[in-house]
């Protein structure tokens, strides 16, 4: 039972109906979308501004109650589950789109406005977001930057931390940081903000942020292209760079494994004559559809004729780019297919991806004969993606994350590319920081949160 005192001064600070407690917290508050056990919290509060943000963390500081704040609770890391005896801090309600400069391509929001809602705004004005996300409906602004969140369109704009200009924070204490300046120019010190992407909701609740947008492209080229090996991946890659410089705006690669489960699951048809080892999906953004179709038809020929693309589609319209990319986005089919998946979102120097691949393909056959694993990613961005049918390694997840994260570590990439932390990854945070780097950032995580108050238990203990 939640010490009553706490619950009235909860209520004085966010208002009545911005507080539930115990039982009455929906049951999608307890948990995200990582599958981690559900913790009921001590009580779910939905402020409505900053001002109430910084009231309630006030309350929470002189009673000494955790904070978990939560987003569109689409995490995969279980960044957003609420730990027992804390309550959950919810920013739904904070979910205005605020203001739009065209002139300066920037705008303002509150962390709980949804992606799709502030790209919706963009589009209104012919700009874009630089990143999008599959949850781009459900997840929040906030979640985004607390996770540094990636998904497409990384290779062109960067991850959600390139594409902050300025934020709005309140710490643990509730006091106030209004760092909502949109120059790109502004060398005065520490940039704080940074401290706080990235960071899990651990140092402080962002509540709201200035994002850089991005003009609108007047045209788009989609092509699936078949490769041969990865290192042809690469010799692609580097030659549509070189051709369009900062207009590749995805490059997916597919190995056969994913690509096979992707059109059974899916039910549908081989895209090219015959099966290849791989599969890269790509866009290119240009200013002429007639011209980007000609420029990546020539393109093409050049690489098969240098033995790199052995065949391709070109979309020739929108509906057939929105079929190629259905072979891409069968991650949804994951959970439906695989009983249940062990899902791996790494990255490693780019050159290494390939041979890393193969290393973990190897050890997961030679430990479980006939195991179910497949393997796609960005990869244009370093990032790679495996996922492992559990039932198929006897459902043991932990034996696969020791393979998988040891190698990783070997080949000196990273545990996260862009899914963070949270608690599912904090037993190997050790494979990609020194003990040099967690010294610096529990000390970071002391001085801004000197109670160990703000989402206790995650990224470390």
């Not at 995200?32 to 779910?44: C, F, N, R």
């Not at 209104?124 to 409906?137: H, K, N, S, T, Y």
Request: include cysteine.
């Amino acid at each position: 039972m939640a010490d009553a005192a706490f619950i009235d001064a909860l209520i004085a600070a966010a208002g009545a109906d911005a507080v539930q407690v115990g039982d009455a917290v929906p049951l999608h508050h307890r948990t995200d979308w990582s599958g981690v056990t559900s913790v009921q919290p001590v009580a779910l509060v939905r402020p409505r501004s900053t001002d109430a943000v910084a009231a309630v963390l006030r309350v929470c500081s002189e009673f000494r109650v955790p904070v978990v704040p939560q987003g569109g609770l689409t995490g995969m890391a279980g960044g957003a589950v609420p730990v027992a005896g804390a309550i959950a801090l919810s920013l739904g309600r904070m979910n205005a789109v605020e203001s739009l400069d065209t002139a300066a391509s920037t705008i303002t929001v509150q962390a709980g406005a949804t992606l799709q809602a502030v790209q919706e705004a963009a589009a209104a004005q012919g700009l874009q977001v630089g990143v999008d996300l599959g949850a781009r409906g459900s997840c929040q602004i906030g979640g985004n930057l607390a996770t540094n969140a990636g998904g497409n369109g990384v290779l062109q704009f960067g991850m959600m931390r390139e594409q902050a200009l300025g934020l709005e924070v309140v710490l643990a204490d509730g006091t106030v940081l209004p760092m909502l300046r949109p120059m790109i120019k502004n060398n005065t010190g520490y940039d704080l903000k940074h401290f706080f992407i990235g960071a899990e909701g651990t140092l402080g609740v962002i509540t709201r942020a200035v994002l850089r947008l991005h003009p609108a492209p007047r045209a788009k080229a989609t092509v699936l292209v078949a490769l041969g090996s990865f290192e042809q991946s690469l010799a692609l890659l580097g030659r549509l760079q070189a051709r369009f410089p900062g207009a590749v705006a995805a490059f997916e690669l597919m190995w056969r494994d994913f690509v096979a489960a992707s059109l059974h699951w899916q039910s549908l048809r081989e895209p090219f004559d015959a099966p290849h080892p791989f599969a890269a999906l790509v866009d290119v953004t240009g200013s002429d559809e007639d011209e980007l179709r000609a420029a990546i038809e020539e393109l093409l020929g050049e690489s098969m004729e240098a033995g790199e693309a052995l065949d391709a589609v070109i979309a020739q319209s929108q509906a057939q780019a929105r079929t190629l990319w259905k072979i891409r986005e069968a991650t949804a089919e994951l959970p439906a297919h695989m009983h249940p998946p062990i899902n791996f979102d790494v990255s490693l120097p780019m050159a290494e991806i390939g041979r890393f691949a193969d290393t973990c393909r190897s050890a997961l056959d030679a430990r479980w004969p006939g195991n179910i694993a497949v393997f796609f990613g960005h990869v244009g961005d370093s990032n790679l993606h495996i996922s492992v049918d559990a039932g198929t390694v006897g459902g043991d997840e932990h034996g696969v994350e020791k393979l998988v994260y040891d190698q990783v570590a070997t080949f000196g990439g990273s545990v996260s590319a862009e899914h963070g932390i949270g608690t599912h990854k904090k037993p190997y945070l050790g494979a990609s920081r020194t003990p040099a780097e967690l010294a610096a950032m529990r000390a970071i995580k002391q001085a801004l949160d000197p109670m160990g108050l703000m989402n206790p238990g995650k990224l470390f203990d």
